[in-house]
């Protein structure tokens, strides 16, 4: 890889309404606003060239990168390492009641109900992007979810994870020089061997 370019889905039927999806095997699709929020992110990449497109198994964010790309050929590959965090009993509940018990544990406490914690969660992306680092297309877009993105956009910018995050934008894209990628992985990579908050 050269370059990356790092997207988060476009609205889907759960986020709108506020409600956690962190299992693939339930399907949530695009809401219509979600569908045109993916159809702008195309329009924002038609002068790029993009060798690859990886994914989550989640189906927003296939749907996002299939309407983004409509009408090009490439390869695809499907990253179950770029997931959204597995939110154990939250599941199907409301984001702010997992913000809640997530600002006030630890990085290494894990989601009640067989869920992941954070630094599990980052260990994991670390993974991902490093398998996207070693591929040999040159430029690869990432269509995921807001976490993955964020953890990155805060790692280029010198920060480690932390409790609360800012939101991503829907289907916006982030494009990276592999090496800036490459760094703010390791830093990621780095923390999960000391994973505390920032105070």
Same mark, same amino acid.
């Given at each position: 890889?050269?370059?990356?370019?790092?997207?988060?889905?476009?609205?889907?039927?759960?986020?709108?309404?506020?409600?956690?999806?962190?299992?693939?095997?339930?399907?949530?699709?695009?809401?219509?606003?979600?569908?045109?929020?993916?159809?702008?992110?195309?329009?924002?990449?038609?002068?790029?060239?993009?060798?690859?497109?990886?994914?989550?198994?989640?189906?927003?964010?296939?749907?996002?990168?299939?309407?983004?790309?409509?009408?090009?050929?490439?390869?695809? @590959?499907?990253?179950?390492?770029?997931?959204?965090?597995?939110?154990?009993?939250?599941?199907?509940?409301?984001?702010?009641?997992?913000?809640?018990?997530?600002?006030?544990?630890?990085?290494?406490?894990?989601?009640?109900?067989?869920?992941?914690?954070?630094?599990?969660?980052?260990?994991?992306? @670390?993974?991902?992007?490093?398998?996207?680092?070693?591929?040999?297309?040159?430029?690869?877009?990432?269509?995921?979810?807001?976490?993955?993105?964020?953890?990155?956009?805060?790692?280029?910018?010198?920060?480690?994870?932390?409790?609360?995050?800012?939101?991503?934008?829907?289907?916006?894209?982030?494009?990276?020089?592999?090496?800036?990628?490459?760094?703010?992985?390791?830093?990621?990579?780095?923390?999960?061997?000391?994973? @505390?908050?920032?105070?």
């Amino acid at each position: 890889m050269r370059r990356a370019i790092l997207a988060r889905h476009g609205e889907s039927e759960r986020s709108v309404r506020g409600i956690v999806n962190g299992d693939p095997a339930v399907p949530i699709a695009l809401t219509a606003q979600g569908r045109e929020e993916a159809e702008a992110l195309g329009r924002a990449l038609a002068e790029e060239r993009i060798d690859l497109c990886a994914t989550s198994e989640f189906l927003r964010a296939q749907q996002t990168a299939n309407i983004a790309l409509a009408g090009r050929s490439l390869p695809r @590959v499907v990253l179950p390492e770029l997931n959204d965090i597995g939110f154990g009993g939250f599941e199907g509940r409301p984001l702010t009641e997992y913000r809640a018990w997530a600002h006030s544990h630890g990085p290494e406490d894990p989601a009640p109900g067989g869920g992941e914690s954070r630094a599990e969660t980052v260990a994991r992306y @670390v993974r991902g992007y490093r398998y996207l680092l070693g591929r040999p297309e040159e430029t690869i877009l990432v269509v995921a979810h807001g976490l993955p993105v964020r953890y990155v956009l805060d790692a280029v910018d010198g920060r480690n994870p932390a409790a609360a995050v800012a939101q991503v934008a829907y289907a916006e894209a982030f494009a990276f020089e592999a090496e800036a990628l490459a760094a703010a992985v390791d830093r990621l990579a780095l923390w999960v061997e000391n994973p @505390v908050w920032p105070t």
